[in-house]
T-cell receptor
Framework: DQQVKQNSPSLSVQEGRISILNCDYT??????FLWYKKYPAEGPTFLIS?????DKNEDGRFTVFLNKSAKHLSLHIVPSQPGDSAVYFC???????????FGKGTLLTVNP | NAGVTQTPKFQVLKTGQSMTLQCAQD?????MSWYRQDPGMGLRLIHY???????DQGEVPNGYNVSRSTTEDFPLRLLSAAPSQTSVYFC???????????FGQGTRLTVV
């Protein structure tokens, strides 16, 4: 039973355009969501997060939107750069523990 | 500041052999965890620890043991390696007040 779903295994966009990565979750107990970026042969690195009390969080070129009623979140990257090419993981957490549940990831390719 | 350090980076084992994957963090984080990443599966939680002397199972704990004798170290033991344990293993740590996990560089393990 996959509780965090990233239904697009890959996404290709042109440099300078917007990249939109999507994530759906099924567990209503999740109240904190994170996006991680992963380059090959490296560990995941934290990108941006959002609490369920918000519907938007912005950090530079990266914005995360949360739609609690739809159990859906998205990561927007504007403008996209070739260095953004990586696998992006959506992760969720609920309650007082620190366990993260990850999606399967989306490979983003930004073409020059 | 080294962050989370994993050793070794690569390892090949024969079926039935045992080994320990090392993980150390120098950030004085209370929470540490082990994940495995398999193609098309995202990151799955193996074991985690909320502090020295306290460990618990994650989503895929079978075949793995852990212990946490100090805040800094959280080794993962494979008692009898199986080909199904071929994977990339990531150790992570986080501290109270944030759900953000800091990951190590990973250990690529192949069991033949």
């Amino acid at each position: 039973d996959q509780q965090v779903k990233q239904n697009s295994p890959s996404l290709s966009v042109q440099e300078g355009r917007i990249s939109i990565l999507n994530c759906d979750y099924t567990n209503s107990m999740f109240d904190y969501f994170l996006w991680y970026k992963k380059y090959p042969a490296e560990g995941p690195t934290f990108l941006i997060s959002i609490s369920s009390i918000k519907d938007k969080n912005e950090d530079g070129r990266f914005t995360v939107f949360l739609n609690k009623s739809a159990k859906h979140l998205s990561l927007h990257i504007v403008p996209s750069q070739p260095g953004d090419s990586a696998v992006y993981f959506c992760a969720a957490n609920g309650g007082s523990n620190y366990k993260l549940t990850f999606g399967k990831g989306t490979l983003l390719t930004v073409n020059p | 500041n080294a962050g989370v350090t994993q050793t070794p980076k690569f390892q090949v084992l024969k079926t039935g052999q045992s080994m320990t994957l090392q993980c150390a963090q120098d950030m004085n984080h209370e929470y540490m965890s082990w994940y495995r990443q398999d193609p098309g599966m995202g990151l799955r939680l193996i074991h985690y620890s909320v502090g020295a002397g306290i460990t618990d199972q994650g989503e895929v704990p079978n075949g793995y043991n852990v212990s946490r004798s100090t805040t800094e170290d959280f080794p993962l033991r494979l008692l009898s390696a199986a080909p199904s344990q071929t994977s990339v293993y990531f150790c992570a740590s986080s501290y109270s007040g944030t759900k953000q996990a800091f990951f190590g560089q990973g250990t690529r393990l192949t069991v033949v």
